[in-house]
């Protein structure tokens, strides 16, 4: 029988990308996309654990599954640390902040 390939491996490698870029919106991103990339590569290796002689591409599962850890870790910290610079500061210094940024760059409101 002809080995086939794990269904979802690059869906999670391109969520874990896409997280990693989006991770520096409030770490939101990339906790979601981490975090689906995460729950569907524990599914493929439970496909995968049923019957292994059936999939050829298990180590790029693996590398899938490191990358959407990462991006998850990195989601909670970025998260984390927006949390905690808003509970120092509040929501107007950082708005304000924000505001002075895009002025510096030529956005205006």
Same mark, same amino acid.
């Given at each position: @029988? /002809?080995?086939?390939?794990? =269904?979802?491996?690059?869906? $999670?490698?391109?969520? *874990? $990308?896409?997280?990693? &870029?989006?991770?520096?919106?409030?770490?939101? =991103? %990339? $906790?979601? !996309? %981490?975090?689906?990339?995460?729950? !569907?590569?524990?599914?493929?290796?439970?496909?995968?654990?049923?019957? =292994? /002689?059936?999939? *050829?591409?298990? *180590?790029?599962?693996?590398?899938?599954? $490191?990358?959407?850890? &990462?991006?998850?870790? !990195?989601?909670? #910290?970025?998260?984390?640390?927006?949390?905690? *610079?808003?509970?120092?500061?509040?929501?107007?210094?950082? @708005? /304000?902040?924000?505001?002075? #940024?895009?002025?510096?760059? %030529?956005? /205006?409101?």
């Amino acid at each position: @029988m /002809e080995q086939q390939k794990l =269904p979802n491996v690059t869906i $999670i490698i391109v969520l *874990s $990308i896409l997280g990693f &870029v989006c991770c520096c919106f409030a770490g939101l =991103p %990339g $906790i979601l !996309l %981490g975090g689906i990339g995460l729950f !569907l590569a524990q599914k493929d290796e439970k496909t995968y654990r049923a019957n =292994p /002689e059936d999939y *050829s591409n298990y *180590s790029t599962l693996k590398t899938a599954k $490191i990358i959407a850890i &990462v991006v998850l870790v !990195l989601g909670i #910290i970025y998260f984390l640390m927006t949390a905690w *610079s808003i509970y120092n500061t509040g929501w107007d210094a950082q @708005m /304000e902040q924000s505001r002075q #940024i895009l002025e510096q760059w %030529g956005i /205006e409101e």
